[in-house]
């Protein structure tokens, strides 16, 4: 039986770790320039992306960091500085790379990982599976998971609309407010995995 509770749950929980209105300027800011198929194709790859690796994660979570002796704590301190240094990158403006590079990094990092699919998506996706109990919990908890993501797919796919109106002093203005965002993102990841290990400690 569909848990509506357990589906309501998850669903919030991820729309607030996920955040898709908070993705949306750092979205338009690393696809900025790109035709809209290409943009279009980078909102679908980086759903792909954060929903593979957060289905991998829900299934075979606890395995994986278990076998690499690697703890939540410095999940979340890793993605926090990968996110830092993308944040850099924005702040100073050096976003300037080869085509193919920048459709790879933008959909895999840091869309598709870790600011879709980050250590506290991760985590909180590997403890609703494992306190689902019954196919009902189940299913709704990857129904929540589907959910989220298809929010997320929708929320950039239509952001493009947002390019064609601010131009390109908009994107600029975008670009360095996401940096700033995302740097902000990214040190508070950091201090709560710090937190984290001390407390643990």
């Known amino acids: 039986?569909?848990?509506?509770?357990?589906f309501g749950s998850l669903f919030l929980t991820l729309f607030v770790i996920m955040d898709p209105p908070g993705i949306t300027p750092i979205f338009l800011a690393l696809t900025s320039?790109?035709?809209v198929k290409v943009?279009?194709?980078m909102a679908w790859q980086a759903v792909a992306v954060a929903f593979g690796v957060i289905t991998v994660f829900g299934i075979l979570g606890q395995q994986i960091l278990a076998y690499l002796h690697v703890s939540v704590p410095a999940l979340m301190i890793a993605g926090g500085l990968?996110?830092?240094l993308i944040a850099l990158d924005l702040l100073t403006g050096k976003t300037d790379e080869p085509k193919q590079t920048k459709?790879?990094?933008v959909a895999l990092v840091p869309l598709g990982m870790p600011l879709l699919a980050g250590p506290g998506a991760i985590v909180s996706v590997i403890l609703a599976v494992q306190h689902a109990d019954g196919a009902g919990a189940q299913i709704s908890v990857w129904a929540a998971i589907v959910?989220?993501?298809v929010v997320l797919w929708l929320t950039m796919r239509y952001s493009l609309l947002i390019i064609r109106v601010i131009k390109d002093g908009g994107v600029v203005l975008v670009t360095r407010l996401?940096?700033?965002?995302?740097?902000?993102?990214?040190?508070?990841?950091?201090?709560?995995g710090v937190t984290?290990?001390?407390q643990g400690a």
Not at 1 to 6: I, K, L, P
Not at 178 to 192: D, E, P
């Open 147 to 149: 959910a989220m993501h």
């Open 178 to 192: 996401a940096g700033m965002m995302l740097s902000a993102i990214a040190v508070q990841q950091i201090i709560n």
């Open 82 to 84: 990968l996110l830092l």
């Open 39 to 41: 943009q279009r194709r």
């Open 33 to 35: 320039g790109r035709p």
């Open 196 to 198: 984290q290990v001390i």
């Open 103 to 105: 459709d790879v990094n």
């Open 1 to 6: 039986m569909f848990d509506v509770a357990v």
